[in-house]
């Protein structure tokens, strides 16, 4: 018996833990927002990890699955320099690159380049070469080389050494990654297929000694409920990162980090893991391994669902707590049994980027919003109507159209509105773009959006009532002047570079080859909406902003998938 405890007790000193935290889609948040998230947070809870884990003679790895840097005014206005300083004061290990990661284009105000020497990814490799951490992107080709990019401290892979064992780490982005960034900047790139890019990767990995397989992916999927890793009733299996766990060669790759949706993951896939924690930052994944010291080998594996990085939380029930919660009520967070509190470092990167964004962030437009302008999923919400409208007032064409499904980030507040939360609506330096197209090039768009449920194009200036009889498709278009549009007609359509250049495939059915000319000295689309704002003062209501009544998108539902024109 005596021997016996002495073997077991042999065997658990043998074996270590593994922790690693994940984060992905954290757009540039450095700060708390309502009580929880930030890279603030993020860091607090990383540090109680690691507290723990020094307890038990484990580690802990930290890994971010790519769109980390634009998004907010404190981030945007350095290019994404603040977040990756945070980064590097919280000992992120690896990092996927993700389609945001291209948005600012050359160094400098340049959203896109303009003159011949002017580098599209200028401002992103200055990032990359900043970041104490590996920037991965095995799928990412340049095409000059058909090789994956060859950029200072951008690698398809790395090994990480924990406690002596090889962990590999992968970092791949969405296949739909160039469409959905700026074209400008992404020119002479293209995205290899994940499945055969990971299994090629994971291979080699193996064969260098690699007992772990971590993929950092820029691509998603969503679940609904977390009880049961192995239960994906609540999942969407058609989702990118579903596919591709499941077409992986079994016992190739351990771990995957999602991301790219900003939706939630914490399941088992084709004995896979995966997990992806929402966005900016208010929550993280987090997945556990117990590793055998001598063989490397993975005794057991824990997913653990998507914990909310709040700073504090309600005594009574253990829940995040929030700006309306009784003081007396509220106490400290405390993760793994210990307190979690924020890196001073990175507070004080936080706080010096919060302080130069503040005049800028509070200046106010003039305008009173009655209620919030939420966002919702909608084509037709009411902030997605204002933006289209206040587009199309702005520039007196016949039609505004924008991509409100993922083009809109942020809620417009109630109260007195101001610059900073104009800006955390639409935090993308994209210019207006003015074009002029027929009846006939506009009824191909929106035949070829209105299958495009649930992320249907918003638009300004007209309606469209759509019919399928046996699959064949009839559109009738009226401008909001009643008039019935023309095959024959000539149109001036307001739309962004993002869109004019390819952007979410809208103008694709009408696209000339290399996008529409875009004009440097138009403005930005942000600007001219803040301009509408203050020459439009007073009060907003959402409520003038409902199209429920009278809805732009008239739409059988369901569409039948081979209805066209």
């Not at 935290?21 to 690691?50: E, F």
């Not at 002596?164 to 296949?175: D, L, P």
């Not at 200046?363 to 409208?389: I, R, W």
């Not at 649930?454 to 007209?462: I, L, P, Q, T």
């Amino acid at each position: 018996m005596l021997a016996s405890c002495a073997t077991q007790q042999d065997a658990q000193r043998d074996e270590f833990t593994v922790s690693v935290l994940g984060t992905n889609d954290v757009h540039g948040q450095l700060l708390p927002d309502g009580g929880r998230g930030g890279l603030v947070a993020i860091s607090a809870y990383v540090n109680a990890l690691r507290a723990a884990r020094d307890e038990d003679g484990g580690a802990v790895l930290v890994i971010d699955a790519g769109d980390m840097w634009q998004g907010t005014l404190e981030s945007n206005l350095v290019e994404g320099a603040a977040v990756v300083e945070a980064y590097n004061a919280i000992g992120f290990d690896a990092a996927a690159m993700g389609n945001h990661e291209f948005d600012f284009g050359p160094v400098g105000s340049k959203a896109i380049p303009e003159a011949p020497g002017d580098d599209p990814r200028g401002a992103l490799k200055r990032r990359v070469s900043e970041a104490a951490f590996p920037v991965l992107a095995a799928n990412l080709i340049d095409n000059k080389t058909g090789r994956p990019v060859d950029w200072e401290n951008v690698h398809p892979s790395v090994i990480l050494d924990v406690n002596g064992i090889k962990v590999g780490v992968i970092g791949v982005m969405t296949s739909r990654a160039l469409q959905a960034t700026i074209a400008a900047n992404v020119v002479g790139l293209r995205v290899a297929p994940l499945v055969e890019t990971i299994t090629k990767e994971a291979r080699a990995l193996r064969e260098q000694g690699a007992a772990v397989i971590i993929v950092t992916a820029h691509a998603g999927s969503s679940c609904k409920q977390f009880e049961d890793p192995k239960n994906l009733s609540s999942c969407d299996m058609a989702g990118e990162i579903m596919r591709v766990a499941s077409e992986l060669p079994p016992g190739l790759v351990d771990h995957i980090f999602a991301g790219h949706v900003h939706r939630a993951i914490a399941h088992i896939v084709n004995g896979i893991s995966i997990t992806s924690a929402y966005s900016s930052t208010r929550a993280f994944s987090r997945v556990d391994f117990d590793i055998d010291a001598n063989t490397g080998d993975v005794v057991s594996r824990r997913v653990f669902p998507p914990h909310w990085a709040c700073l504090s939380v309600v005594r009574s029930s253990g829940e995040c707590a929030s700006p309306v919660d009784a003081a007396n009520g509220i106490v400290s967070a405390v993760y793994e049994g210990h307190a979690v509190k924020p890196d001073p470092r990175v507070l004080e990167i936080a706080a010096r980027a919060a302080a130069f964004a503040e005049d800028i962030r509070q200046q106010k437009l003039g305008v009173h919003l009655e209620s919030t302008f939420e966002l919702a999923t909608g084509t037709e919400s009411p902030l997605a109507n204002l933006m289209t409208d206040a587009m199309l007032e702005s520039t007196g064409a016949d039609i505004a159209m924008h991509n409100v499904v993922g083009g809109i980030r942020n809620t417009l507040p109630e109260g007195e509105l101001t610059f900073g939360s104009v800006y955390e609506m639409f935090p993308f330096d994209n210019r207006v773009v003015e074009l002029q197209l027929t009846g006939r090039q506009l009824r191909r768009i929106i035949a070829e959006q209105a299958h495009n449920h649930g992320r249907r194009a918003g638009f300004s200036g007209m309606r469209v009532f759509v019919e399928c009889t046996n699959d064949k498709m009839e559109i009738v278009m009226e401008l909001d002047s009643g008039t019935t549009i023309r095959d024959d007609d000539s149109l001036t359509v307001i739309v962004n570079d993002y869109l004019a250049l390819g952007g979410d495939g809208i103008l694709t059915p009408i696209m000339p080859e290399g996008g529409f000319d875009v004009e440097n000295g138009m403005p930005l689309t942000r600007d001219m909406l803040v301009k509408w704002f203050q020459d439009n003062g007073d009060s907003l209501n959402p409520e003038d902003y409902l199209t429920t009544e009278n809805p732009k998108w008239n739409v059988p539902n369901p569409l039948p998938g081979a209805c066209a024109l």
